[in-house]
């Protein structure tokens, strides 16, 4: 497609259980971006992708949360053992290499934990 | 460590009115800097970007952006805001100087545009 995509649109999990959380970046996009969105607030960066370089996961709240991208293509999310505070969007961006490019974002998950 | 600021929460304008959502931020050198635009229940749309030029830069939708350096400021403006202009507005500022650097965004500002 000519945008990013991000699957589900919408999960509703009970507290404890897993998710994954799926985002297809823009073709040719080395680049790839997960932020967190609580209600009303602003983003919260999550984890970085560059290329085959070792991913930024400085933004990563716990050890239950992790991501994977398959070489310059799709990425999850991961969040294990989920907590009511995880509930909100789930937005993935992605751009070009180099740092000049602008970032396209997705529509976003939007997560509930019950 | 870059950072950005957005110091006003909420921005109230009446229609027909011009508009300034003010973001300023702070880098080791010189800045790319971004606008975002988010409608309720949507993702991030980009509206504009300084890499570098004019320090005036023009986008989407009307909106256009100056840069201003010595302020370190990146304040978004519209002479004439629509109501279709209501919605929340992201600045966001990356450092050239430190590649893999992710893009590190402001808190947000959302704007009503009333009729």
């Known amino acids: 497609g000519a945008g990013v995509s991000q699957s589900p649109s919408n999960k509703v999990t009970e507290k404890g259980k897993d998710v994954e959380l799926r985002c297809d970046p823009i073709s040719g996009h080395t680049a790839l971006y997960w932020y967190r969105q609580r209600l009303g607030q602003g983003l919260e960066f999550l984890i970085y992708?560059?290329?085959?370089?070792?991913?930024?996961k400085s933004g990563l709240p716990s050890d239950r949360f992790s991501a994977e991208r398959t070489g310059e293509s799709v990425s999850t999310l991961t969040i294990q053992r989920t907590q009511q505070e995880d509930s909100a969007v789930y937005l993935c961006?992605?751009?070009?290499?180099?740092?000049?490019?602008?970032?396209?974002f997705g529509p976003g998950t939007r997560l509930l934990v019950l | 460590a870059q950072s950005v600021a957005q110091p006003e929460d909420q921005v109230n304008v009446a229609e027909g009115n011009p508009l300034t959502v003010k973001c300023t931020y702070s880098?080791?050198?010189?800045?790319?800097l971004f606008w975002y635009v988010q409608y309720p229940n949507r993702g991030l749309q980009f509206l504009l970007k300084y890499i570098t030029g004019d320090n005036l830069v023009k986008g989407s939708y009307g909106f256009e952006a100056e840069f201003n350096k010595s302020q370190t400021s990146f304040h978004l403006k519209k002479p004439s805001a629509l109501v279709s202009d209501s919605a929340l507005y992201f600045c966001a500022v990356r450092d050239p100087m430190n590649y893999g650097q992710n893009f590190v965004f402001g808190p947000g500002t959302r704007l009503s545009v009333l009729p």
């Open positions: 880098v080791s050198g010189n800045p790319y």
């Open positions: 961006a992605s751009s070009l290499q180099l740092t000049r490019e602008t970032q396209y």
């Open positions: 992708f560059q290329g085959n370089s070792a991913p930024d």
